[in-house]
Nanobody, 122 residues
Framework: QVQLVESGGGLVQAGGSLRLSCAAS????????MGWFRQAPGKEREFVAA????????YYADSVKGRFTISRDNAKNTVILQMNSLKPEDTAVYYC???????????????WGQGTQVTVSS
């Protein structure tokens, strides 16, 4: 059983930056592909970014490409989402997720965190 805890959300003005962290425990972190998803009010949860178990391959939604960066530190059991040039449409609850073996761009992940709110004001 893997536990995931997100942190780093908050309120920021458009154009600003936030750094989300996800701390994992209870499993072999390096065995899991890690993803970030977000869900805005009234909308479905959507893929934001993902990284393979070794960190060599990274994937992004078109809406965040060039602005967000995902990274992981297997020694610290942590995955980071660096978000720059934030826009009001980035406002959502952001979730960290873990999936044994391969990356998916859908919500087919095995474990989820509780989410952290990101609000971008215009």
């Amino acid at each position: 059983q893997v536990q995931l805890v997100e942190s780093g959300g908050g309120l920021v003005q458009a154009g600003g930056s936030l750094r989300l962290s996800c701390a994992a425990s209870g499993g072999t972190f390096s065995s899991y592909a890690m993803g970030w998803f977000r869900q805005a009010p009234g909308k479905e949860r959507e893929f934001v970014a993902a990284v393979t178990w070794g960190g060599s391959n990274k994937y992004y939604a078109d809406s965040v490409k060039g602005r967000f960066t995902i990274s992981r530190d297997n020694a610290k059991n942590t995955v980071i989402l660096q978000m720059n040039s934030l826009k009001p449409e980035d406002t959502a609850v952001y979730y960290c997720a873990a999936r044994l073996t391969s990356v998916r761009f859908t919500t087919e992940y095995d474990y989820w965190g509780q989410g952290t709110q990101v609000t971008v004001s215009s």
